[in-house]
């Protein structure tokens, strides 16, 4: 079982900035594409940026130009900055990760291509 802790959520007002931060293992942050997943209540989850060991990074349409996936090997660490965030974006947010291989990004955007998950960490975005 891969271990994913979230941080960095918390309750900002519309066009505020949020960074995100998923602390993993050695192995995992430098082995394993990873993403970012969120779930609003009462929707389905939402796969929304996701980022390849190479570094190729893909991004859903709802977030494109505002969200920014990164990762950091030597602090074992993914990250996802929110910027402009809108009341759209309140989601519980998901560190994901997972060993498959694609050869297009977007297939790294499908929930079913990720077998480990994190606790979550809440976002909430006040109008």
């Known amino acids: 079982q891969e271990q994913l802790v979230e941080s960095g959520g918390g309750l900002v007002q519309a066009g505020d900035s949020l960074l995100l931060s998923c602390v993993t293992s050695r192995r995992t942050v430098r082995n394993y594409a990873m993403g970012w997943c969120r779930q609003a209540p009462g929707k389905e989850r939402e796969l929304v940026a996701t980022i390849t060991t190479g570094g190729t990074t893909g991004y859903a349409d709802s977030v494109k130009g505002r969200f920014t996936i990164s990762r950091d090997n030597a602090k074992n660490t993914l990250y996802l900055r929110m910027n402009s965030l809108k009341p759209e974006d309140t989601a519980l947010y998901y560190c994901?990760?997972?060993?498959?291989?694609?050869?297009?990004?977007?297939?790294?955007?499908?929930?079913?291509?990720?077998?480990?998950w994190g606790q979550g960490t809440q976002v909430t975005v006040s109008s």
């Open positions: 994901t990760a997972t060993l498959k291989y694609y050869s297009e990004i977007d297939d790294y955007l499908r929930l079913d291509a990720y077998p480990y």
